[in-house]
């Protein structure tokens, strides 16, 4: 298991060949979006989009023991990172995973700072075990059986470009399926004030590197100028478009509408200040 935290701008890859990858599987858990399928709809504008609370559902999944220690972040990642493993009709257990959040743990955070605030700053274990920020990837180890390699990332804002960017790498590197979630949660006051994440928000994509019977699109960074200071593509909802900005997994989105609408498209997403992510998507 690794990690990675960077803020530093990035150097671009060598273009020779281009970094490329097929979706074989999303898995999507936010506001207002309760799984891919209904997810695909709202995107494409067929239904209009509803901003309910997420509801995280109970990870079933995992030994009854880990489940009532399952924070937000744990449902949340199984639930997304689970949906895409059965679109792609992969064994989870077989899959290496790139994990990737703004901040991890934000209600734990807050749990543990206020115990250290208090008189009594005993700490439970299990809010310390979950404080790391590679818990979700523990977890998902655990609820799966996984022992493939595990990468965790963080880049705060620009946490779901850079763990794309890490699974694409990955996937030309290794030659194999990889899944890709991104996270977050929301902070409880008063550290909301300062992070002021409303809502839970997951996604998880299944890389391949060839086409295969289930493949949704090809992915590949923008061979021409895979970074760019264009800005990001912004959605012409309204609601759907303040979630986009108020969630850093949520600057998925644009690449999930094109996916959900099945169109050729180059896309740019968020990534470091004054340097944005270029992609191009082709359905299969």
Known sequence: MSSLMSTAPRAAP?????LDAHIDGVGLLGP?????????????????YDAQKTVLPVPQILPAAERRRATAVIKLTLASGLEAVAHAGLNPADLATVFTSSSGDGRNCH????????????????????????????????????MAPSAVLCAFDASFAAGLLEALVQVALLRQPMLLLAYDTDYPEPLHHVRPIPDSFGVALVLAP????????????DPTAPFTELPADTLNDAALEALRLAIPAARALPLLRALARREAARIVLDDLPGQQLALQLTPC
């Open 210 to 221: 060839q086409a295969g019977a289930r493949s949704l699109a090809r992915l590949s960074l």
């Open 111 to 146: 749990e543990i700072c206020a115990a250290l605030a208090g008189s009594d700053r005993l700490l439970s274990p299990t809010r310390f075990h979950n404080s790391v920020h590679n818990a979700a990837s523990g977890y998902w180890g655990i609820a799966t059986g996984a």
């Open 14 to 18: 060598p273009v020779a060949q281009a």
């Open 32 to 48: 207002g979006l309760s799984d891919w399928a209904q997810a695909q709809a709202v995107l494409r504008g067929d239904v209009p």
